[in-house]
């Protein structure tokens, strides 16, 4: 099933502010049980996303490809000492965001 783009704005605003959250940390260690719970349901969520877009050649492989890969290694470094910077990368990189959202705008 296609999600909807209610359900893409809901997700691109829990990244973002999951990003938000990241970048009042700067570099200090990620150690809120809540944070780090966030990071691997946001990162579990797009996967779901992202197989549903799939099925329905909604976006180009490479940009799935590429968005799942980068939130693939955010939830994986959820089970090591990660910085905060380090999440950032993942959550408020352009590139991630912006095939998402000009989707969920169609």
């Not at 590139?95 to 959202?101: H, S």
């Amino acid at each position: 099933m296609t999600p909807s783009s209610d359900q893409l704005e809901s997700f691109l605003e829990r990244l973002n502010a999951l990003g938000k959250e990241l970048s009042k940390l700067k570099s200090l260690e990620v150690r809120k049980a809540e944070t780090i719970a966030e990071i691997k349901a946001v990162s579990t969520d797009w996967l779901r996303i992202s197989e549903a877009l799939r099925a329905v050649d909604a976006l180009p492989l490479e940009n799935l490809n590429f968005v799942d890969s980068h939130l693939k290694e955010l939830f994986q470094s959820t089970n090591a000492r990660t910085r905060a910077s380090a999440y950032q990368k993942g959550t408020s990189n352009n590139r991630v965001l912006k095939p998402i959202a000009s989707f969920s705008g169609h």
